[in-house]
């Protein structure tokens, strides 16, 4: 079983929290930067193998927990505004922004 964390300075973290003595770091992503803070995260469906990140410079990165890459990185130049403002609905992504303003749009490139 896998658990994910992001922090202000732009790391992702996907531990394994299956072991009974404590969780370990499976993999990790990202260059330390504050201009790149991971500001909210969310499933793309229930199977739990792909997390979109927003990012506080705008854009919107697809992580794929099974191949431990990104796929897809796309200037959104919208942030969500808190941990639990971003959720992926059918194929639409929707986050609301610091300024209380709901954003409805695809999550993938040149949509």
């Known amino acids: 079983m896998a658990c994910v964390t992001g922090d202000?300075?732009?790391?992702v973290?996907?531990?394994d929290i299956s072991?009974?003595?404590g969780a370990?770091?499976?993999?990790?992503?990202?260059e330390q930067s504050r201009s790149r803070g991971i500001m909210a995260m969310c499933w793309v469906s229930g199977?739990?193998?792909?997390?979109l990140l927003s990012m506080k410079d705008g854009s919107v990165?697809?992580?794929?927990?099974k191949d431990k890459m990104i796929l897809s990185?796309?200037?959104k130049n919208t942030v969500a505004a808190?941990?639990?403002s971003m959720s992926v609905v059918g194929d639409k992504l929707v986050t609301v922004d610091s300024n209380s303003r709901l954003h409805i749009g695809s999550w993938e490139e040149g949509s």
Do not use: I, P
């Open 8 to 11: 202000e300075t732009g790391m």
């Open 13 to 15: 973290k996907v531990w």
């Open 19 to 21: 072991r009974h003595r």
């Open 24 to 30: 370990t770091v499976n993999f990790s992503y990202g």
């Open 47 to 51: 199977a739990t193998e792909q997390c």
């Open 61 to 65: 990165s697809l992580l794929d927990l």
């Open 73 to 75: 990185a796309v200037k």
């Open 82 to 84: 808190s941990a639990t």
